[in-house]
Structures are given as structure tokens and as C-alpha cells.
């Protein structure tokens, strides 16, 4: 499954740059996070909550940020299983900053790749690639509202996607 799109975060890049590599800002930003430890430089284990149509369950996996080329670009991947299924991404994210001074915004490109199996495949990419954008938007959203200074977590954001 591909999944790629954009978000304008009304802020400039290294801003926008520091919130996204931030361990706490991506904490409070990933729906039905429950645990978020970090293992290495830029690498996280995580246990997330989550559920898509009748597949509900909670997750392990890990996260890793890499290829990073400071404020423009950087690579994620993510890999996460329990007894239903399992998923496996990569995605590289780009930073653009453009605007005028007195309105700068960072545009934030993404494109990757998702594989899943198991139950979570037989729900069919008609129904997850539309909800994978739903939790990449939601991501972003709560980003954004971090960068203003706003709680920004995830509660929300999981009642919105019925979690």
C-alpha cells in the first residue's frame, strides 16, 4: 500500500523540524500511543492501541528515524505486530520553508510504503490506505497545534477515528 501527501504548518522549517524530531511531540501526537521509550538515537519502541474496522488491538513495534539531512529531510520507518497482523513502513518526509517573512510555512511532503499481513491485510487497501492518511493528517494536526504552544495530544484525535 503507498501512501503519500502533504501538510502546511504555518511556522518555518527548523521550527517544524525541531517538533517532528521531538520524543515527546511525537509521543503526544501518535493516536492510542501507550508507550513510547526510546532505544537508541533516534529509534523508539512503542505499544500502540489501535483499531480499523472490526480489527482492533494493541500493537508493538518500533520506530526509526534515519537519513536525516537537518531541516529537510528525513526517513521513518515503523514495524509493529501483535496476534492479528502485522505492518511494515517506510517513509521519506521533505521540509520546504517558502512564504514571506511575516508569513512563512513549511511545507512537509511524505511518500512511502506500507506492507501488511494477517487479519489487518484482509481488510483490503480500500479501507486502510484511507485511514493511514486519516492518522498521518491527525499526526500532523496535533503537530501543528504543539508548535503553537497547544496540548496537542492524542485524545481527540482517537474519538475522531473511533480508537
Known amino acids: 500500500m503507498e501512501i503519500n501527501g502533504d501538510y502546511k504548518f504555518k511556522a518555518t522549517q527548523d521550527k517544524v523540524w525541531k517538533t517532528l524530531m521531538d520524543k515527546d511531540a511525537m509521543q503526544k501526537a501518535m493516536p492510542g500511543c501507550e508507550s513510547f521509550e526510546q532505544?537508541?538515537?533516534q529509534a523508539y519502541e512503542v505499544t500502540m492501541k489501535v483499531g480499523v474496522a472490526a480489527v482492533k488491538g494493541t500493537y508493538n513495534g518500533k520506530i526509526s528515524i534515519t537519513e536525516t539531512i537537518e531541516p529537510t529531510?528525513?526517513?521513518l520507518?515503523?514495524?509493529g505486530a501483535n496476534g492479528q497482523g502485522f505492518l511494515h513502513g517506510e517513509g521519506t518526509f521533505n521540509l520546504n520553508q517558502e512564504g514571506e517573512e511575516n508569513e512563512l510555512r513549511t511545507i512537509v511532503t511524505y511518500k512511502g510504503v506500507a506492507n501488511v499481513g494477517g487479519t489487518l491485510a484482509g481488510i483490503g487497501a480500500r479501507m486502510l490506505q484511507p485511514v493511514a492518511?486519516?492518522?498521518v493528517g491527525n499526526f500532523f494536526k496535533s503537530m501543528e497545534k504543539q508548535l503553537n504552544g497547544q496540548e496537542g495530544d492524542s485524545t481527540e484525535i482517537e474519538k475522531s477515528i473511533a480508537i
Open 77 to 79: 520507518r515503523v514495524e
Open 73 to 75: 529531510q528525513y526517513v
Open 39 to 41: 532505544v537508541g538515537e
Open 133 to 135: 492518511k486519516l492518522l
